[in-house]
């Protein structure tokens, strides 16, 4: 009788903390110790593998075969140094995970004898026969050869005793399978537009890099209780589980104590986080009960979504040692705060200005007003393609909430920077300017960049926001891959430069001034992108009034939002930056409606199967009670006791009986719904069906299950409930 919940509960209550071995030296000392970063390439390669290498880092030019083999043994030294006996391409698949195919070193030789092998072209170019992962049509299985190859930009690491490289995804067309190769392309795509609109102000500027912080939010959950809940093993988030009567409403949680066991958990992983170079820094407690938050230093932003799935893979591995379950999920809990991660989000050049600086002066800063219009006018151009890039089943529950961003796409400038964009506006062109406005107007970066004082009256409501020095994306989910974000907004940025540089090189052409070229063309993006900007409350009613008057988008709808990537805009935005090529789009698109109709068809089949085999017997033998209860009180008592005895044991015993049959249908429903649905061959019309036919019964049987829960007996109710899932820990 509800005893897997009792033990669960039971266990969980009494769980210690786990006492961590923490490193007796300082993290300096140990950081990166399981990187092959460029301190362990001086030791352990030769000279000309060593400068190879950077140069493909820093230029991204192509390493020699012949060098890759004296790369591949340095790394195998270095790792068999450390004990390792496996090594990997790692690589980001399209499922969202990561994926490694382990080989060993050791390869036998003759008689009986082994010798530890790793040569060059294992380093340069793998084909794991990954004919399972998502490809959306482009790998047919006859010819099922996918290759990985490594990506010198992003360091080798040890990972338990296996050496991880790595590596991008590819067709034996060449096709982009993966997350990795395309980030690499937009990255290259916004060095490149960047570089040559910067060179109008600076011409030592030959590099700008893309800065990527990531903040991870994610939920722990003791490991019993997980495991005493089905939907929670099986689809990451709760189906079902009417709420506690307290959850985050006094906002004790939020910054608050990190209780012990969870500061254990912090602890441990970061110690493991370190020992890969990955340079978490913050933590804390998050609105809801038992979510927490953790952040790293920002990198460069292909480094930053490597080390953000490392990140989050960690966590799941260490977690199993403190008993917990980490819980990436989006929204795992109805009616608590769900997950995001913060995607910050800036350019800085190799001379080492951030381009989002504003400086002590920024209505002289020409430089920065130019990239910043860039982007603000790139967020309104392609406001449906950057919502595509964050979309996602899970991501669905959280946006529009009350508690993380709408459905539309707006930018948040804060008091100071809106001011001086509405001055630009104001300012006449062409006309004289007096002196002052003209030395203020020089091309002048030379100046330490400062961070304003007061623009950070942080409006947290806000999708995109202005934060001081960078752009912080905040509609993006906490289980997304950043990489698909960061393709979005790396490929939009790029085309807005370019175009900016294409409209100052008309204008000089046609006889304006270099420095009166750039203020108009700032002056016009301003006033093409204005609609965007909006620093007002994007939770409320009045915003979406607003904002439909603007003609913003608001696309609610998952697989409307997600068709974005294949619209005719988009498909020329990719091309022309050379970043996916249109079947690659139309392929990443099939990907997704796939995994959106996967996704919905095992929720509802969980669903199903917990409503008819945990919740209706449980029910039934409540109702049984009941009905004894009611029975005995009709032996005992008169006609007229009886009837006033007996009215309540009645009333829940028909609330039952109406709930049940209610269940009882709508999952029988919901089964012959998938059924017909599942008959449909063509992607689009099944995962419209899957959304339109299936999904609504997810919230119909919720609501049914979650009042019955309220009736019957806590004693033998099954599943742990939302006051055990979020604050025992
Ligand atoms: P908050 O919660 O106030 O937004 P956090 O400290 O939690 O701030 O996270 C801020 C993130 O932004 C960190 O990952 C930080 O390294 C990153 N960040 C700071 N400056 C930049 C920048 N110029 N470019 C990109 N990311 C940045
Ligand atoms: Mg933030």
């Not at 005493?228 to 009567?245: I, V, Y």
């Not at 620093?535 to 008057?549: F, H, L, R, V």
């Amino acid at each position: 009788m509800g005893t897997l919940r009792f033990k669960s509960i039971e266990k969980a209550i009494s769980r210690q903390p786990v006492v961590v071995e923490s490193p007796s030296v300082k993290t300096s000392e140990y950081f990166a110790i399981n990187v092959f970063n460029k301190k362990r390439m001086q030791e352990y390669l030769s000279q000309e593998a060593f400068s190879s290498v950077m140069e493909a880092i820093e230029k991204g030019t192509k390493i020699d075969r012949k060098v890759s083999s004296q790369i591949s043994s340095g790394m195998k030294a270095w790792a068999i140094d450390k004990g390792v006996t496996h090594y990997t391409h790692w690589f980001h698949p399209l499922t969202g995970a990561t994926a490694e195919k382990h080989d060993a070193f050791f390869e036998p030789a003759s008689d009986n004898y082994v010798i530890e092998n790793f040569d060059g072209s294992k380093l340069v170019q793998q084909e794991p026969d990954a004919s399972s992962f998502p490809s959306g049509g482009m790998r047919n299985t006859f010819e099922a050869r996918g290759y990985t190859a490594w990506d010198p930009s992003s360091p080798a690491f040890v990972m338990g005793t296996t050496l991880c490289i790595p590596s991008v995804y590819i067709s034996f067309k060449g096709d982009s399978l993966d997350y990795k190769t395309p980030l690499l392309k937009s990255i290259e795509a916004v060095d490149k537009a960047a570089v040559a609109l910067c060179n109008y102000f600076d011409k030592s500027i030959t590099r700008v890099n893309v800065g990527l912080g990531c903040e991870q939010e994610y939920f722990l959950v003791d490991n019993d209780l997980f495991n005493a809940r089905p939907d929670l093993k099986l689809t990451d988030r709760t189906l079902m589980g009417h709420s506690a009567a307290k959850d985050q409403q006094l906002a004790d949680h939020y910054f608050g104590y990190i209780p012990m066991r969870v500061a254990a958990f912090m602890q441990d992983f970061e110690i493991e986080a370190y020992k890969l170079g990955i340079p978490v820094k913050t933590r804390h407690n998050e609105v809801a009960p038992n979510q927490y938050e953790c952040a790293p230093v920002f990198e460069e932003a292909n480094l930053a979504v490597d080390h953000n799935q490392l990140l989050m893979t960690i966590m799941k591995r260490v977690a199993k040692r403190h008993h917990f379950k980490v819980l990436f999920h989006e929204k795992p809990y109805k009616d608590v705060n769900g997950s995001g991660k913060h995607c910050n989000w800036s350019l800085i050049t190799n001379t080492g200005i951030n381009l989002f600086s504003p400086g002590k002066t920024p209505k002289t800063n020409m430089l920065f007003l130019a990239f910043f219009v860039s982007v603000i006018k790139g967020v309104f151009e392609y406001q449906d393609l950057l919502r595509s890039s964050i979309v996602s089943l899970g991501n669905e529950h959280r946006l529009g909430a009350s508690e993380a961003p709408p459905a539309i796409m707006s930018v948040f400038l804060g008091e100071a920077v809106n001011k001086i964009l509405d001055e630009i506006e104001t300012r006449v062109s062409g006309k004289k300017m007096n002196p002052d406005e003209k030395t203020e107007l020089k091309l002048d970066v030379g100046k330490i960049p400062e961070i304003l004082p007061d623009n950070t009256d942080r409006n947290r409501t806000s999708p995109f926001a202005f934060t001081g020095n960078r752009f912080e994306f905040r509609a993006v989910g906490s289980a997304t891959n950043v990489a698909s974000p960061m393709i979005a907004l790396n490929t939009i940025v790029a085309k807005q430069l370019k175009e900016f540089k294409n409209e100052i090189d008309r204008l000089t052409d046609q006889g304006v001034k270099k420095d009166e070229a750039i203020f108009q063309v700032i002056k016009k993006f301003i006033l093409a992108s204005k609609k965007v900007r909006f620093d007002g409350n994007n939770y409320s009613e009045e915003w979406k009034i607003e904002a439909e008057k603007r003609g913003l988008s608001n696309i609610n709808d998952v697989l409307t939002a997600l068709s974005a990537i294949i619209s005719p805009e988009a498909k020329e935005l990719f091309s022309e930056m050379k970043v996916f090529s249109e079947r690659e789009l139309e392929a990443r698109f099939e990907i997704d409606l796939e995994k959106y109709t996967k996704k919905l068809q095992i929720e509802s089949r969980v669903l199903g199967d917990l409503a008819i085999n945990h919740i209706l017997p449980t029910v039934y033998r409540y109702q049984n009670i009941l009905i004894e209860n009611v029975k005995g009180l009709k032996e005992l008592f008169a006609n007229s006791d009886f009837e006033k005895l007996s009215s309540t044991q009645l009333a829940s015993i028909r609330e039952i009986s109406s709930r049940t049959a209610m269940v009882n249908i709508k999952v029988n429903n919901m089964i012959d719904e998938r059924r017909k649905a599942n008959t449909i061959d063509e992607t689009a019309i099944k995962s419209r069906e899957y959304s339109d036919k299936v999904k609504p019964y997810l919230d119909e049987i919720r609501y049914q299950i979650d009042h019955l829960e309220m009736i019957v007996d806590d004693e033998i109710w099954p599943l742990p409930k939302y006051r055990e899932l979020l604050f025992i820990r």
